[in-house]
Structure formats: C-alpha cells, structure tokens
C-alpha cells in the first residue's frame, strides 16, 4: 500500500522559490507536490478547464456533472479535492453550491515550477 502524504493547509497560493533556483528544502517539496497530486487527474484536469473558461467564471456542481459525465457524488469529491489543495472556492447559494478556479493559486504553482513561463 503507498504511504500516504501528510496533511498540509494548502488553502494560500503555494509560495516557495522556484525548483529552478536551487534545491528546494522538504517542506516546499511536499506544498508543490501536493498541489500537482491534486491535479493530477483527468478528471480534474478538465474541471479545471471548465472552470477557467466558462464565461461566468463559475458554474454550479450540477452543471459541472453534466459536462464531465459523472455523477454529481463523484464530481464533489474531485472539487472537494482541487478546493483542498486551494485550486477552487466554492459558495453555497440555496441548494446549489458554485466553483469557480482560484486563478492566483494556478499562476503560483506555474511560477513556482518555472519563473519564466508567464513573462
């Protein structure tokens, strides 16, 4: 069985210097770690894309569902996952819960990877 990663408050952008610019201690290691296992699915992946490019700039889990062909159950447990990792908010509106991308955190992660990629 893999041993599982501990639990860290990913709730803030991950903000460590970048992997280019020498070895990063553990503790950074495991915040960019986590982040990328957080959205290392397919599944997430594409709710990720859903979200960033929906003219809203949020959607609701039903409608999310709908797009991706999954059920509901299975869709919250994907975001419950991106919000983990501080990918995602999400807001309750009466019986409906919206999610939209945390594009601050995204951008944190890619600059955290390579400064240079968004210059």
């Known amino acids: 069985m893999p041993k599982a990663l501990p639990v860290i408050d990913m709730s803030a952008p991950v903000c460590c210097a970048p992997v280019a610019a020498g070895p990063i201690d553990d503790d950074a290691a495991l915040e960019v770690a986590l982040r990328l296992k957080a959205i290392a699915d397919p599944v997430r992946v ?26 509901e159950s299975t869709v919250s447990h994907h975001l419950g996952q991106l919000k983990k990792a501080g990918l995602v908010e999400s807001e309750r509106r009466g019986m409906n819960i919206y999610h939209r991308a945390r ?17």
């Not at 960033?52 to 059920?71: H, I, K, P, S, W």
């Not at 951008?107 to 968004?118: G, T």
Request: proline share 2%.
């Open 46 to 71: 594409k709710l990720m894309s859903l979200l960033l490019t929906t003219a809203a700039g949020e959607q609701n889990t039903g409608d999310l569902a709908a797009a991706v062909g999954l059920a």
């Open 103 to 119: 594009r601050e955190a995204l951008s944190a992660l890619c600059v955290v990877l390579d400064p240079n990629c968004c210059t």
